[in-house]
């Protein structure tokens, strides 16, 4: 346990298990609903955000929040006004963040020379502030979405049913989406800008290979996430590896090992 006697480990593992936790139950909603891109064009608009907070002196976590959420209002808009361009305008507000995130670094210069640690991941960046933000945030986003849980879960699978019920499936979806925003804001020091939406989908991914129901399939992804999360913070303390790429590793493997389980019980039973 030597790497408890660390404070920057002691908060990585603090955020790690609270991501472990809602970046799941948020993905079993997008993988559902395949919107798995959103998340990706979400995480590159943080550039953006992150960017601009290194250079004005604030907080990067809270200067990436802006620019997330306001990205994810602004994918809402397109997907319920105009289903037809909703993939295109995905891919428009990425590219355009992606943009406008390599703009602000070279303008940033010195200011902006360790955001490398953010499109990784870098366990020793999360500060007592930080830990405070995501404990906080992850605490609303777990309670919200329990909250929504059947309402999302109706939604996911008809939407237009869900219309004709009564249920608010405007308002529910924007504020789905500002959740996964703040979601993948607060995963990105732990995992990294460029790896966070596989946090949100593979562990989701591999608990589809076990569960027999959607509440069942929701546990295992909280489980396998939280596993990888840990197991990967660990192993990049004593391998000396990014983070965020050993998380995901992490979980690519137990997708993998699960998909050989499910192929060979299929072949021999």
């Known amino acids: 346990m030597e790497f408890l006697e660390y404070g920057f480990m002691q908060r990585a593992l603090l955020a790690g298990l609270a991501i472990g936790i809602i970046c799941p139950l948020i993905g079993i ?7 798995s891109l959103v998340g990706d ?34 994918l809402e ?6 289903k037809r361009y ?3 305008a995905t891919a428009i507000v990425m590219s355009g963040g992606l943009g406008l995130g390599v703009i602000l670094i070279s303008i940033g210069g010195n200011d902006t020379a360790n955001i490398m640690n953010y499109l990784f991941g870098s366990i020793i960046t999360i500060t007592p502030l930080d830990l405070r933000i995501i404990l906080i945030t992850s605490l609303f986003i777990l309670l919200a979405l ?3 849980f059947h309402k999302l879960f109706f939604i996911s699978f008809d939407e237009e049913a869900a ?4 249920l608010p499936v405007n308002k529910i979806n924007i504020m789905f989406i500002l959740l996964t925003a703040l ?11 460029l790896l966070v939406s596989a946090l ?30 840990t197991g990967g913070l660990i192993s990049s303390f004593y391998l000396d590896w990014p983070p965020g790429g050993t998380i995901i590793v992490l979980a690519l493997i137990f997708l993998l090992i699960t998909i050989l389980i499910k192929f060979l019980n299929n072949k021999f039973s």
């Open 77 to 82: 808009f397109f997907r319920k006004n105009n």
């Open 163 to 166: 219309q004709i019920e009564g």
């Open 146 to 148: 329990l909250f929504l």
């Open 41 to 74: 064009a979400l995480a590159h608009v943080s550039m953006a955000g992150i960017a601009l907070g290194l250079i004005l002196g604030i907080n990067p976590t809270l200067s990436s929040l802006v620019f997330i959420l306001f990205a994810g209002y602004l």
């Open 29 to 35: 909603f997008i993988v559902v609903r395949r919107l």
């Open 86 to 88: 909703a993939e295109i």
């Open 183 to 193: 979601t993948i804001g607060m995963a990105l020091q732990v995992t990294g800008i």
């Open 200 to 229: 949100i989908t593979i562990p989701v991914a591999t608990s589809l290979q076990l569960g027999k129901s959607f509440l069942q399939t929701t546990i295992l992804a909280i489980i396998f996430a939280l596993v990888s999360v």
